[in-house]
T-cell receptor, first 115, second 111 residues
Framework: NAGVTQTPKFRILKIGQSMTLQCTQDMNHNYMYWYRQDPGMGLKLIYY???????DKGEVPNGYNVSRSTTEDFPLRLELAAPSQTSVYFCASRDRAGGSYNEQFFGPGTRLTVL | GNSVTQMEGPVTLSEEAFLTINCTYTATGYPSLFWYVQYPGEGLQLLLKATKADDKGSNKGFEATYRKETTSFHLEKGSVQVSDSAVYFCAGSYNTDKLIFGTGTRLQVFP
């Protein structure tokens, strides 16, 4: 199992550009999450999904969009990039069985800089 | 709302020193509690967890006990190594689909 994979690893965007951060998991997990981690801060939840076709906002959804057309993929879309979106983005997934007792598995992250 | 609070870092220790990183949680219900570790340049990975009061999670020499009376889940290790240098996150799950993370504590271990 590759686990949770994210692409790209690094990206520099200009203000106003758009991009999609890719996330794929091969563990057949129902739950998937997008977080951002700002320097010296903890993780903040952007969006999450409890299954294909179902998404919901987290703590900091503004400026982002998601879709979940398959169990495996959960892309995060940035429209009109702003410097405030400079961060490291982590995707995670979790099995439904066991509920909140279960751990989340994290990808390696995408480091995004908006100039 | 619910929250998880952990001590600020960085924590700087010499090799073989004793480590404690404090973590407390709000006592609304009985959350599952987790410690995650993030090594430089990597994503988070689960270090240990506990799902009910008095449970002790342990892994790689690290331990944490779920204490309801003090609403705490402090991380401890008897003898740290340079390879333990990382950022440690405490997190709680309050019977929801989401985790609530603390702000992270950076540990630096010097030989």
């Amino acid at each position: 199992n590759a686990g949770v994979t994210q692409t790209p690893k690094f990206r520099i965007l200009k203000i106003g550009q758009s991009m999609t951060l890719q996330c794929t998991q091969d563990m057949n997990h129902n739950y998937m999450y997008w977080y951002r981690q700002d320097p010296g801060m903890g993780l903040k939840l952007i969006y999450y999904s409890v299954g294909a076709g179902i998404t919901d906002k987290g703590e900091v959804p503004n400026g982002y969009n998601v879709s979940r057309s398959t169990t495996e993929d959960f892309p995060l879309r940035l429209e009109l990039a702003a410097p405030s979106q400079t961060s490291v983005y982590f995707c995670a997934s979790r099995d439904r069985a066991g509920g909140s007792y279960n751990e989340q598995f994290f990808g390696p992250g995408t480091r995004l800089t908006v100039l | 709302g619910n929250s998880v609070t952990q001590m600020e870092g960085p924590v700087t220790l010499s090799e073989e020193a004793f480590l404690t990183i404090n973590c407390t949680y709000t006592a609304t219900g009985y959350p599952s509690l987790f410690w995650y570790v993030q090594y430089p340049g990597e994503g988070l990975q689960l270090l240990l967890k506990a799902t009910k009061a008095d449970d002790k999670g342990s892994n790689k020499g690290f331990e944490a006990t779920y204490r309801k009376e003090t609403t705490s889940f402090h991380l401890e290790k008897g003898s740290v190594q340079v390879s333990d240098s990382a950022v440690y996150f405490c997190a709680g799950s309050y019977n929801t689909d989401k985790l609530i993370f603390g702000t992270g504590t950076r540990l630096q271990v010097f030989p």
